[in-house]
């Protein structure tokens, strides 16, 4: 397996990379990212001189470069994680949104299809070749106060970001339905973890909670997400990778749906336990501020299928993961003051 990592300098990514790279089915592992203000080499420090690893600073807007690191490297796998990642910010400014996430994901897709012939003629071997598209629950829109969301629930993105995610995966369906490119979807809960830019709910409230600066939360923070920890998450996408259907999508979600306000007071009490020497009562920095326009209320993941089908499950509790996240952002100060400068 030469497998293409595209946004390996991220959250999700850099997480995914660290979890695969040591799997000896993996010849080489490519890494492909423009390192936008969300990507970050300091993520990869462990990895960086590893005899399997490959850096390739492109952006994926570029499309003869995409090909050329395709070609280069014989890559025979391709996990898609590479996006404007953002919900606010697609609020703000929606088109790099639509160029990285949707034009971007087409570039990936032609080059993708170009190595797959290639490969074909070389080894003719038709399932040596495997399109790996990581998305979002968000595609789906919003829930009302029951109900999950399945594979086959109708699509109905309500913010810039979901619509171009929306927009990749039909782009991934129809490469597969119309050239047959082998490829499988996945679409996954809100995660969180070590490396996540804080800019996202609970590294925001975390590093806040440390400043002592005003949490915020917005409308009445009984918006509800389904948390899963990250490197489950990574666990879920390599099994996915290395043992999904031709052509399925698998939902992937934590079992563990959290209002906002409820996770924003758990981290406060862990700050607390945690650094007593900041004077404790931490939540009384929550501050509540006007919603987000559009704002889903509720997102729950039936992730009945990779269970059924993959035997996968989380391994982390909530009460685990936040724990340990909680602790790798008090421990991690040079990483925060590295990140926050080049944003
Ligand atoms: N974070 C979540 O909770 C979550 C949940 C479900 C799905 N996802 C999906 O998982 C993927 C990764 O999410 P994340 O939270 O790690 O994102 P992130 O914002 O932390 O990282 C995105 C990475 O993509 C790179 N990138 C952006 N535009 C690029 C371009 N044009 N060319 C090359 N590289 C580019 C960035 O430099 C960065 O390293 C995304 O596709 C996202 O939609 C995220």
Not at 19 to 25: C, E, G, L, S
Not at 80 to 88: I, T, W, Y
Not at 233 to 250: F, K, M, P
Not at 278 to 283: E, H, P, Q, V
């Amino acid at each position: 397996m030469n497998l293409l990592i595209t946004g390996g300098a991220g959250f999700i990514g850099s997480n995914l990379i660290h979890h695969i790279i040591d799997q000896p089915v993996i010849q080489r592992l490519v890494n492909l990212d423009c390192l936008t203000y969300a990507g970050h080499p300091e993520n990869l420090a462990a990895v960086a001189r590893h005899p399997k690893y490959v850096f390739e600073p492109v952006d994926l807007r570029d499309k003869e470069a995409t090909v050329r690191v395709l070609r280069d490297h014989h890559i025979t796998h391709v996990m898609h994680l590479a996006a404007e990642s953002h919900v606010d910010r697609s609020i703000t400014g929606p088109g790099d949104f639509i160029t990285t996430n949707i034009v971007g994901t087409f570039n990936l897709l032609e080059a993708c299809r170009s190595a797959w012939l290639n490969l074909q003629s070389a080894i003719s071997n038709l399932q040596s070749f495997r399109f790996h598209h990581v998305s979002t629950d968000e595609v789906y829109g919003s829930l009302g106060p029951t109900g999950l969301f399945t594979e086959t629930t109708p699509y109905a993105p309500n913010s810039p970001y979901s619509a171009s995610k929306a927009s990749s995966d039909m782009l991934v369906r129809a490469y597969h339905h119309t050239y047959g490119l082998p490829a499988v979807i996945t679409n996954c809960s809100n995660n969180y973890g070590p490396y996540q830019f804080p800019e996202k709910l609970i590294p925001v409230v975390i590093l806040s909670c440390l400043n002592r600066k005003p949490i915020p939360v917005y409308g009445d923070g009984m918006n509800v997400r389904d948390w899963l920890f990250v490197r489950d998450h990574a666990e879920a996408l390599w099994q996915v990778l290395t043992r999904g259907r031709d052509g399925e999508t698998y939902n992937i979600g934590g079992h563990n749906e959290w209002a906002n306000l409820r996770i924003v007071e758990l981290i406060c009490d862990l700050v607390d336990e945690f650094k007593p020497t900041l004077g404790g009562n931490t939540r009384r920095l929550i501050t509540f501020v006007k919603d987000r326009p559009g704002h889903d209320r509720r997102y729950a993941i039936d992730a009945s299928k990779i269970q059924r089908e993959l035997g996968w499950t989380p391994a982390h509790t909530f009460e685990t993961g936040i724990r340990e996240t909680v602790k790798w952002y008090l421990d991690s100060a040079d990483w925060v003051r590295a990140v926050s400068t080049k944003a």
